[in-house]
């Protein structure tokens, strides 16, 4: 779904961006692309600088099928947090934040 949020963001990326992006190997990138697209979550736009090159999009489906993903990951987040007490949550997001800065 990490896929499907880029393609989704308004920013038009091409294939290698996006994998480059990712730090994924184009071949694997293509693959599950090509999946996405089969779904309809997906389409593939000639890019207007390039016309060799292509601009994966998010169709209105995959936009549905994003947001519905996030607010699943927003619950279960909320749900697990709960076990932490509402005035360490900041401090705890912090942990975390430090944790992804550090990678």
């Known amino acids: 779904m990490v896929i499907l949020a880029l393609v989704s963001d308004g920013s038009q990326r091409t294939q290698l961006e ?33 016309r060799r090159v292509r601009i994966p999009a998010a169709t209105p489906r995959g936009v549905e099928v994003k947001n519905q993903v996030a607010i699943a990951r927003d619950a279960a987040i909320s749900e697990r947090l709960a076990a932490i007490p509402a005035s360490e949550h900041a401090k705890f997001h912090s942990m975390l934040w430090s944790i992804v800065e550090g990678a």
């Open 18 to 50: 996006i994998a480059r992006e990712l730090d994924i190997d184009k071949t694997t990138l293509v693959a599950i692309i090509d999946r996405l697209e089969k779904d309809g979550l997906i389409v593939r736009n000639v890019s207007e600088r390039d």
